[in-house]
Nanobody, 121 residues
Framework: QVQLVESGGGLVQPGGSLRLSCAAS????????MAWYRQAPGKQRELVAGIGSDGNTNYADSVKGRFAISRENAKNLVYLQMNSLKPEDTAVYYC???????????????WGQGTQVTVSS
């Protein structure tokens, strides 16, 4: 019923920038919180940044001042602008969203398939 599709990952040098995008599609009635998570090899998945439907944001301490999350509600899009990238930012980045579909009374959380970000010289 709902798909989240990420794009924008790739290989970048330390200090560089990338912009990730995530598009939600399907039988969507309303999207609540949207967020980006990441998972590095051998580590647990962690929250990177989140944004509510009202635009309020929160960030992991490790990315504050370097990453910025934003969304376009009319297009069901969420972005993650990543600047001053470090090798430790290397991970698979996942989009996550709380979505209420047309046939449901409540929201549930959906995940994208992930996009690889590699920071290396």
């Amino acid at each position: 019923q709902v798909q989240l599709v990420e794009s924008g990952g790739g290989l970048v040098q330390p200090g560089g920038s990338l912009r990730l995008s995530c598009a939600a599609s399907g039988s969507i009635f309303r999207i609540y919180t949207m967020a980006w998570y990441r998972q590095a090899p051998g580590k647990q998945r962690e929250l990177v940044a989140g944004i509510g439907s009202d635009g309020n944001t929160n960030y992991a301490d490790s990315v504050k001042g370097r990453f910025a999350i934003s969304r376009e509600n009319a297009k069901n899009l969420v972005y993650l602008q990543m600047n001053s990238l470090k090798p430790e930012d290397t991970a698979v980045y996942y989009c996550n969203a709380g979505i209420q579909v047309l046939s449901a009374q409540t929201q549930r959380y959906y995940w994208g398939q992930g996009t690889q970000v590699t920071v290396s010289s």
